[in-house]
């Protein structure tokens, strides 16, 4: 299984932009890239998800480079609300499951 | 709404006790899915479930039995609990291919 991989931590300003970035040079065509988010503890919560195209929704934006090795996750306005654990995930469009990594945890300073 | 319910929120138990872990969904989702996680770590998946009456290993499977008698509820068993087990479960469902899963808010297990 296509593996990724996040830096451990980033720390971010509030109000400020972030871009989380995840490289995933092994993903195949097929392989959709999902983004979870987890808040001290509670369950993961869904964040965005692309094959190709970039992709936007209420909550972020999903830059993903052309060559598909690499995608970047963009919160245009961090509030200390998205103090959490973000996960870069791949899932093949055959298979049911999806390959966790450590994911990277967001530090927003006020 | 609901959602996805986990029960107990907590426990603890001794070394070789059994328990049930449950899992309800209202969402009427096919998809169900049995996860741990260990301090620090991403989540690894245990059992899924595709549809009442069928369920599938997932990564790490040892230690564990599940069913799907009902779309609703997902039970995770364990049979002879190991500190090994000590972990937060964490249970989803997904209504189909593409849509994204959504999560309890798990079930934190001590074996001592």
């Known amino acids: 299984d296509a593996k990724t991989t996040q830096p451990n931590s980033m720390e971010s300003n509030e109000e400020e932009p972030v871009h989380l970035p995840c490289n995933h040079s092994?993903?195949?065509?097929?392989?959709?890239i999902h983004w979870y988010r987890q808040l001290p503890s509670q369950g993961p919560e869904y964040v965005i998800h692309g094959l190709t195209s970039n992709v936007n929704n209420r909550m972020a934006s999903l830059a993903i480079a052309e060559d598909r090795k690499s995608s970047t996750l963009i919160l245009h306005r961090a509030t200390l609300r998205d103090a959490a654990v973000y996960y870069c995930?791949?899932?093949?469009?055959?298979?049911?499951?999806?390959?966790w990594g450590a994911g990277t945890k967001l530090i927003i300073k006020p | 709404n609901a959602g996805v319910t986990q029960t107990p929120k907590f426990r603890i138990l001794k070394i070789g006790q059994s328990m049930t872990l449950q899992c309800t969904q209202d969402m009427n989702h096919n998809y169900m899915y049995w996860y741990r996680q260990d301090p620090g770590m991403g989540l690894k998946l245990i059992y899924y479930?595709?549809?009442?009456?069928?369920?599938d290993k997932g990564e790490v499977p040892n230690g564990y039995n599940v069913s799907r008698s009902t779309t609703e509820d997902f039970p995770l068993r364990l049979e002879l609990a190991a500190p090994s087990q000590t972990s937060v479960y964490f249970c989803?469902?997904?209504?189909?291919?593409?849509?994204?899963?959504?999560f309890g808010d798990g079930t934190r297990l001590s074996i001592l």
């Open positions: 995930i791949l899932r093949p469009d055959s298979n049911y499951q999806l390959i």
């Open positions: 092994t993903i195949s065509g097929t392989d959709y």
């Open positions: 989803a469902s997904k209504g189909g291919s593409g849509q994204p899963q959504h």
């Open positions: 479930s595709v549809g009442a009456g069928i369920t």
